[in-house]
């Protein structure tokens, strides 16, 4: 069995935690099944109202009575909703970005709930920052991550994230789909993986089906970042910008972000047009590197016991290689 030091730290069985994305990719279905399979689940609030994640928490425990979190972005965070949060008590919570006050605001409160508390960053500067908020555990994004992705490539980020970390477990993330990748973040000093792309092609996330078609026919290469989707979203996200497959949308404003304000109106009619007839040309296909190596949409449950499974395997086989 493979377990960590992070499985300790959020009593789970297997060191899988299934990404916090927002609200339209993630729900109690998909976060249950990632924690009742020993991984952790994690809900994405990010633009969910404070009622349907008061819902959404409650069916998670219908469904599983194992631990999951919930994951909120700290300069972009909505006080009603993280209030339905903090009064949910879930027993772990994950942040992203904000400044070190907005850092340490939002860790306190979650301890105050007696959460858990695991900080994604994307720099040397925010983990550092991360740990003086008083973060348990950091999750290192490189910039294969799909979504909103930073500048430093994971082999480069993660290395030096476990350095400063110290004692507080480091989650890899950005690129991680299998057991093989599982088990290169381990070698660089993670303790597990924190997997987005991967869980979008799954029967229970709540992706367009597009998207998930999407992802599987997706090569190595076939994603991008880009400020094309911020400047459409008219969302500000300093440091970071959006990784996505590359569909006709992305390859006509790719390099004009500055025109998109201007057709911003034009340009959504026909996202919400795709949106309705399933069509990946217009709709924002967010997804890491990962997606060039995912070949089929597969239960969730299904994909942590296998991961963990080849990960272990991986990392055996080549124990007996070395003399
Ligand atoms: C569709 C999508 C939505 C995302 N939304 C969020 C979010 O709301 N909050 C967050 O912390 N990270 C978000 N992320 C980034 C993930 O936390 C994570 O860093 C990324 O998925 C890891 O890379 P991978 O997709 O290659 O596994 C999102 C990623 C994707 C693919």
């Known amino acids: 069995m493979l377990r960590t030091r992070v499985c300790d730290l959020l009593g789970i069985e297997v060191p899988i935690v299934q990404a916090g994305m927002a609200s339209e990719f993630t729900n109690a279905e998909l976060v249950a099944a990632v924690s009742e399979a020993g991984g952790l689940g994690v809900l994405g609030c990010l633009g969910r109202p404070p009622s349907e994640t008061e819902a959404e928490i409650r069916r998670i425990r219908e469904l599983t009575d194992r631990p999951f979190g919930v994951n909120l972005v700290a300069h972009r965070i909505?006080?009603?909703?993280?209030?339905?949060?903090?009064?949910?008590?879930?027993?772990?919570?994950?942040?992203?970005?904000?400044?070190?006050?907005?850092?340490?605001?939002?860790?306190?409160?979650?301890?105050?709930?007696?959460?858990?508390?695991?900080?994604?960053?994307?720099?040397?500067?925010?983990?550092?920052?991360?740990?003086a908020a008083g973060a348990d555990a950091l999750i290192a994004q490189?910039?294969?991550?799909?979504?909103?992705?930073?500048?430093?490539?994971l082999l480069s980020i993660l290395p030096a994230v476990v350095a400063l970390a110290g004692?507080?477990?480091?989650?890899?993330a950005g690129g991680i789909v299998?057991?093989?990748?599982?088990?290169?973040?381990?070698?660089?000093?993670?303790?597990?993986?924190?997997?987005g792309t991967r869980f979008l092609a799954t029967p229970e996330s709540r992706a367009l089906p597009a998207h998930k078609r999407a992802i599987v026919a997706a090569g190595p290469g076939d994603t991008v970042p880009s400020g094309v989707w911020d400047?459409?979203?008219?969302?500000?996200?300093?440091?970071?910008?959006?990784?996505?497959?590359?569909?006709?949308?992305?390859?006509?404003?790719?390099?004009?972000?500055?025109?998109?304000?201007?057709?911003?109106?034009?340009?959504?009619?026909?996202?919400?047009?795709?949106?309705?007839?399933?069509?990946p040309a217009e709709i924002d296909?967010?997804?890491?590197?990962?997606?060039?190596?995912?070949?089929?949409?597969e239960p969730a449950g299904q994909l942590v016991r296998e991961i963990a499974a080849d990960a272990?395997?991986?990392?055996?086989?080549?124990?007996?290689?070395?003399?």
Do not use: K
């Open 78 to 131: 909505y006080e009603r909703t993280f209030e339905a949060c903090l009064a949910a008590r879930p027993p772990v919570f994950t942040f992203f970005r904000g400044e070190p006050e907005q850092m340490a605001a939002v860790v306190a409160r979650a301890h105050e709930a007696g959460a858990t508390v695991i900080y994604q960053v994307t720099t040397v500067a925010e983990a550092e920052a991360a740990l």
């Open 285 to 297: 296909l967010l997804a890491g590197v990962g997606a060039g190596r995912i070949t089929s949409i």
């Open 231 to 279: 400047a459409l979203w008219d969302t500000d996200w300093p440091g970071v910008l959006v990784r996505a497959i590359r569909n006709p949308l992305l390859e006509r404003w790719l390099g004009r972000e500055d025109e998109i304000p201007a057709a911003r109106a034009e340009i959504e009619a026909g996202v919400e047009r795709a949106q309705r007839e399933d069509d």
């Open 142 to 153: 490189g910039a294969e991550a799909g979504g909103h992705a930073g500048p430093v490539p």
């Open 167 to 172: 004692e507080h477990p480091v989650l890899a």
């Open 312 to 323: 272990e395997r991986v990392l055996r086989e080549w124990g007996q290689r070395v003399e």
């Open 178 to 195: 299998d057991g093989p990748s599982l088990a290169a973040a381990l070698c660089l000093g993670a303790s597990g993986a924190w997997m």
